[in-house]
């Protein structure tokens, strides 16, 4: 996909969750272990518009922030780790581009939107594979892999994987 159309994609994304009102927040968790999205359909609905897995989009949320959508880490680095999905803030001038900016990072709904657009591209660039997976986290072979076999534990906790 071109970048002109991922932006297009971006944007019809954006503009029906700024319509649509959706926002999500965490709540008490409806499977032990999983959490949920206040609005789920937030979740499901991401997974399904960029292509990803939602299982593990949900793995990602869940081991990144327990469904604290307001949750904000500082790394060592200077960089932050916003919202749900953990978003890192390095990413935030190419998504300025798409007209999102950090505090729109800590809706929910927003977020997981755009980390399944990150997740997808990973995807898109080595497969459907734990490689992609852990390049949703970092590219850097040994912390890509260590993230990789975080979700994957993630996974194998809630006995979606072996």
Known sequence: MTAFLARVWM?????????S???????????VGTGTLSSDSCLQ??????????????????????????????NVNGSEDLGLSGLNSVHLPELARYGIRREQLLDGCINVYVAAWH??????QYGNTWVAVGSYHSKTPV????????????LQKWRVVP
Do not use: C, W
């Open 21 to 31: 009102g959706i926002q999500a927040t965490a709540q008490p968790a409806g499977v």
């Open 119 to 124: 997740l997808a591209r990973q995807v898109r």
């Open 45 to 74: 609905g991401a997974a399904r518009f960029h292509g990803v897995n939602p299982m593990i989009l949900r793995a990602i949320v869940f081991h990144e922030s327990r469904d604290n959508p307001n949750l904000v880490l500082r």
């Open 11 to 19: 944007m019809v994304a954006i503009t029906f969750l700024a319509m």
């Open 143 to 154: 912390h890509r892999d260590r993230y990789a076999k975080q979700i994957h534990a993630v």
